[in-house]
């Protein structure tokens, strides 16, 4: 009977620290979004962390990740163009296409991938911040760490995910043109294609689109943000948090994929 | 001793703690003043230079070239520009002890408060190195306040 009780006793902690952390990881969602916000978060200083983060975040990987989401479109749509093809089911591949790899696989796969690299290098940064109270000595010399070194980050973040989404749907719209269209001779027309682009994008699923590709740029800046505050001050525990931040990012960004499916679809 | 030295003698002060609660209500009672102290590091990812333009910068709003300036004319009067684009791992102690005093005194504070200098210079005559140090820096601060324990009063009287 103790031991149940122990085991209960265990389990009830866990439960309630794993509430208390995402209740900790909300509270920093309200508090960035007010921030976010308000114009008086902004000024000189604030502006070039924005725009390095910017830089770091999407303009130094533009080339390399939008080769890649080619090469990935590219396969992609000779996968679902050559089934189509073979079973004359023309109209449908190509608005599976666009239902599948517009509006799900690159959005996703922007978010994730930012993510890995900038998620995790922003949770570690702030642990290691939070783990060496540079956090404490900025506000000791009247600086508010929060206006200077943390919203900058999330709106150049979220920024970041929502330009290079757009800039991989440009992409994978034109390839998906040039290959269905242009290379095969199906009996598909460019008026076809811009058709169906107009019966898929409209304007509900681009409303649905745009606020989960918001939320995912939000997503992968928050989430390790608040988990890099929320580190105790041991340089041990820095590790500890990056992996907490990444899954809870993981996890986020599966929920808002599938709250966005739900609505669609659903 | 010249005018400078004499205005350092009536703005600079070192105060002798008996122990570290002393140290620490001394600290809550002015909290107007800026602390440089071992507890309270630079910006890691940033350099000397940064780390003294951004206090400028977000506090006054400046742009960042007139705050560049201001930040490298400090460094110069206190003879360091050498490390102004060095991060702080790469900094020798007295190098970052004074990116820290340059950074709290950048925007003219009404008291800085030098915490336990013996933690944050171990290898420096650190009295002789102190004097010179906020010699150079004369008119840009109000008060100084060197906090240190009554067992290191000795160093302070010594004339190195």
Known sequence: MSALHAWLNLRGRGFSDWLSAWGRVFGFVMTALVGVLSPSTYNKATRVVVQKQIYFTAWQILPGFAFFAALFSILIIEIVGSTARKYGLYEQGLELLIRILVLEILPLMTALFIALRTGAAINTEVALMKIQNELDAMQRIGIDPLRLELLPRVVGGTVSVLALTAVNIVVALWLTQLLIIDFHPWTLTTGDFTRMIGKVLDLPALIVLWSKTLAFGFAVTVIPISEGLNTPQKLFHAPISVLRGMVRLFFSLMVIEAAALTIVYV | ?160
């Open chain 2, 1 to 160: 001793m010249g005018d400078a030295g004499e205005n350092l003698l009536a703005r600079k002060r070192v105060v002798l703690l008996a122990g570290d609660a002393q140290r620490r209500q001394l600290i809550d009672e002015h909290p107007e003043a800026v602390l440089v102290s071992e507890s309270l590091p630079l910006r890691a990812n940033l350099s000397v230079l940064e780390n003294i333009t951004v206090v400028l910068q977000f506090r006054t709003n400046t742009y960042i070239g007139e705050a560049n300036d201001s930040a490298w004319t400090l460094l110069s009067k206190v003879g360091h520009t050498a490390c102004a684009e060095r991060r702080d791992p790469d900094l020798s102690y007295e190098e970052r002890f004074v990116a820290k005093l340059l950074r709290a005194i950048v925007l003219a504070p009404p008291l800085v408060l030098i915490d336990r200098p013996a933690q944050m210079l171990p290898d420096t005559n650190y009295p002789y190195f102190l004097n010179k140090l906020l010699l150079a820096l004369e008119g840009r601060f109000e008060k100084c306040w060197i906090l240190d324990y009554e067992w290191n009063a000795p160093l302070y009287n010594s004339r190195a």
